[in-house]
């Protein structure tokens, strides 16, 4: 009777120890879910907000804000290419479009520069485009670095010696754009080789370029 038993206690441990790993599995899974579903509802966030703005304060019009006049453009959709390096407008010629114009998400938030323009259409470059680059600053003490377009951007030619952190603000600082306009933050810092003169990152963007259906073309703004 006592060996029955036995293998009774047994039987029960191996079953609770198995109702006990897949519960484990299940909760795992459920909060990695949840961090992805987080991440991407804080990007649909971001873009709603820049949406918000450009519907409340655009809506297809011209504003003036400081020393920048702004044009809103719808956004061609690449869906299901989902293809963020270059973005297709329709504002062109007839709209007094020219090449070279900055593009921004939202007032003092850089995207781009119109590289093509037709008659009615134009062509973006954008910060997420292997041909993008500018010169810029990071953070309070104005590190210099280099912006260098991709998926995702990357801050490079920082000096090994300076002292940069994640969230530190990315602002402008190249000719080819507004001065001071806001680019992202630090948001992961390679480890420093003692070998290298430069320091790494990566540029966190604020917005989600998928979810874009108007951005803003800075009219009065020459290179």
Known sequence: MSF????IIILLVIVLSGNNIAFLKSNIFSFLNQEDLLS??????????IKLYISENLSGRQIKKEEWE?????????????NKNLIAINLGLIDDIKENFPVAVAPGILLGQIIEVRDNTSLIRTVFDKDFNASVRIGNNK??????????PTLEMINKYEEIKNGDIVY?????????FK??????IEDKNVADSFQKAILKIDYNPSLLEEVLII???SP
């Open 143 to 152: 590190i210099n670095a280099l912006l260098k377009g991709g998926v995702p």
């Open 183 to 188: 680019l992202g933050e630090v948001q992961t």
């Open 40 to 49: 991407k509802l804080k990007l649909e966030n971001d873009s709603l907000r």
């Open 219 to 221: 009219n009065n703004f």
């Open 172 to 180: 402008n600082a190249d000719i080819k754009f507004p001065y001071n």
């Open 70 to 82: 702004y044009s809103s453009s719808k956004v061609f959709s690449s869906y299901p290419f989902n």
């Open 4 to 7: 029955i038993r036995l293998i």
